[in-house]
């Protein structure tokens, strides 16, 4: 991602270049980036985004489309993503999050006792660990299926579960190829029966859910309400919401948020407390204040300096490390003027290690995230800004911190590996090769 910054302005910190026809800017400042990003016309009386949409891109749609459905917000567009948007931010409402803290802290503490019964003291990735974790939780969070992966850790992941995995590694696999036949999803080809077979098993599951809802057979119950239920109740101002196909596409689009991500999160965060012993003495200071259980929604503002882990762990490795924007009406960034239809690069992981606003950005320094007022807005997106953010980032950032501190209060993490390397894959950023660590239980 550094090469961003070798070819953009040394004082105005953009770049632009040609894709076929269509002309592209890459901004690196965190102040264009925040001029981008919340930039407002008003027409009629109306608020409109300048930049709140990405430029369809067919091939890419396909992909994304046979992956998570047609009304899966992450393909929509216009007036229909406005629509899914609006239900999407009613149902991942903040206030109901205190009631999944149980279901982390218990999922990871599972995962707790594998490790500790079986891989202790043997150099392990613990990427496919964290996939537990995160594949567990966000299915019963979801639409309350528990995927079980935890319950024994040596088995890996259910059918399920490793049939959503092969769908997204097929997903990225095919959108960077270039085999024309990967577009024609309907040939008799072994990929394309393996691909169906996958999206039939997992979406299924999803339906079947939906049904027992829908039918009253399974007993609502408030205390362990989940994504599913509020997303049938959603509704906007005409009273219209989600049908049958649209859900099961939104709960593929929250398993695939919801899992990729958070589990690279940990990933990056647990190596990185593996090479800086320091960090995680004072990590492990803080997690011995907390009660000897399961953590609980009441122990979350003990967690400060696990929060910050967390945070800068994104800052150093976010895993989504670019984002574009299309523009939809002109812009004036500094003098330079940005015509309509320009696509706007944000190179994330390039702006969160930009000297201009970090001190010693190569350095995992978790303390820069005490006073979070101190740092210039703009500088710090990895869920992205504006319209098209991640609209589940504060359950993305719950999730990491809750299983975090339940992961680093049970071992003592020293690294195999090392350095942290990370390569592309598709439009994620994986540790490349897979960081080792080692793992002792603390008494």
């Given at each position: 991602m550094s090469d961003f910054i070798a070819f953009c302005d040394k004082d105005n910190g953009m770049c632009g270049f040609m894709i076929f026809s269509n002309l592209a800017v890459i901004v690196t400042k965190a102040e264009h980036v925040r001029k981008v990003t919340s930039s407002l016309i008003v027409l009629n009386l109306k608020v409109f985004h300048l930049f709140a949409h990405r430029r369809e891109i067919p091939t890419a749609k396909k992909h994304m489309d046979n992956f998570l459905g047609p009304n899966s917000l992450v393909s929509l567009?216009?007036?229909?993503w406005t629509f899914h948007r609006k239900?999407?931010?009613?149902?991942?409402?903040?206030?109901?999050?205190?009631?999944?803290?149980?279901?982390?802290?218990?999922?990871?503490?599972?995962?707790?006792?594998?490790?500790?019964?079986?891989?202790?003291?043997?150099?392990?990735?613990?990427?496919?660990?964290?996939?537990?974790?995160?594949?567990?939780?966000?299915?019963?969070?979801?639409?309350?299926?528990?995927?079980?992966?935890?319950?024994?850790?040596?088995?890996?992941?259910?059918?399920?579960?490793?049939?959503?995995?092969?769908?997204?590694?097929?997903?990225?696999?095919?959108?960077?190829?270039?085999?024309?036949?990967?577009?024609?999803?309907?040939?008799?080809?072994?990929?394309?029966?393996?691909?169906?077979?996958?999206?039939?098993?997992?979406?299924?599951?999803?339906?079947?859910?939906?049904?027992?809802?829908?039918?009253?057979?399974?007993?609502?119950n408030e205390a362990d309400e989940d994504f599913l239920y509020r997303m049938m109740d959603a509704k906007d101002e005409r009273g219209v919401g989600l049908n049958d196909e649209e859900l099961t596409d939104e709960i593929m689009t929250i398993m695939f948020g919801g899992f990729d991500t958070t589990s690279l999160t940990l990933t990056y965060a647990a190596a990185l407390l593996g090479l800086h012993p320091a960090k995680q003495e004072r990590l492990f200071e803080e997690l011995k204040q907390l009660p000897p259980r399961d953590l609980k929604h009441e122990d979350m503002p003990a967690l400060t300096y696990c929060n910050c882990v967390v945070k800068e762990a994104l800052r150093m490795f976010p895993p989504a490390p670019l984002t574009v924007r299309a523009a939809d009406s002109d812009l004036d960034l500094d003098g330079i003027k940005i015509p309509a239809g320009t696509d706007i690069w944000i190179p994330i992981a390039c702006i969160q290690r930009d000297p201009t606003s970090w001190a010693d950005p190569d350095d995992f320094v978790p303390e820069r995230f005490e006073n979070e007022r101190d740092i210039p807005k703009g500088s710090f997106i990895p869920f992205s800004l504006g319209d098209r953010n991640c609209i589940g980032q504060k359950f993305a950032l719950l999730e990491a911190t809750v299983a975090l501190a339940t992961f680093s209060r049970a071992f003592h993490i020293t690294a195999v590996t090392a350095d942290v390397k990370t390569a592309m894959a598709g439009v994620i950023q994986r540790p490349v090769p897979p960081f080792l660590v080692s793992l002792e239980a603390r008494k």
């Open positions: 567009y216009d007036s229909r239900l999407m931010f009613k149902a991942l409402q903040y206030s109901k999050y205190p009631l999944f803290v149980d279901v982390i802290s218990t999922t990871t503490a599972k995962l707790v006792d594998g490790l500790r019964t079986n891989y202790q003291r043997k150099p392990i990735d613990m990427l496919p660990f964290f996939k537990m974790v995160t594949f567990d939780v966000i299915g019963k969070v979801a639409f309350g299926y528990d995927f079980e992966s935890t319950k024994d850790i040596t088995k890996g992941l259910n059918d399920v579960a490793k049939a959503f995995e092969f769908l997204l590694e097929e997903q990225s696999r095919r959108s960077y190829t270039i085999n024309p036949f990967s577009m024609f999803y309907s040939l008799p080809t072994p990929s394309n029966f393996k691909h169906r077979a996958a999206r039939s098993l997992v979406r299924s599951k999803i339906e079947e859910m939906i049904r027992l809802r829908r039918s009253g057979q399974v007993a609502r």
